[in-house]
């Protein structure tokens, strides 16, 4: 397991944009699969992007076109940009990540370290 601190949540307008942050300890990006998930109020947990550890990219088609994940292997940092956010938006944003190399999985069981957790909530 590694141990993950997310920042950058904040609140917006409906339109705007905001940057996640995800840095990680314990273990290289490099050598893991590492994703966003988000928990909207009385909803599931459900999968918002991935990077695997050779690069791979994945995204749940609600953020297609908006949203865009990046790492900093020297800061050992995930990034997700986020533009033209909607209210649908709104929801506690996790960090997660295991070991991989080439695959990107969206279900949360297959992760087995996670972040605490950062509110994002846009308004309309």
């Known amino acids: 397991q590694v141990e993950l601190v997310e920042s950058g949540g904040g609140s917006v307008q409906a339109g705007g944009s905001l940057r996640l942050s995800c840095a990680a300890s314990?273990?290289?990006?490099?050598?893991?699969?590492m994703a966003w998930f988000r928990q909207p109020p009385g909803k599931e947990r459900e999968f918002v992007t991935g990077i695997s550890g050779s690069g791979y990219t994945r995204y749940a088609d609600s953020v297609k076109g908006r949203f865009t994940i990046s790492r900093d292997n020297a800061k050992n940092t995930l990034y997700v940009e986020m533009h033209t956010l909607e209210p649908e938006d709104t929801a506690v944003y996790y960090c997660?990540?295991?070991?991989?190399?080439?695959?990107?999985?969206?279900?949360?069981?297959?992760?087995?370290?996670w972040g605490q957790g950062t509110q994002v909530t846009v308004s309309s």
């Open positions: 314990g273990r290289p990006l490099s050598t893991m699969t």
């Open positions: 997660a990540a295991r070991p991989g190399r080439d695959s990107i999985w969206a279900e949360k069981l297959d992760y087995d370290s």
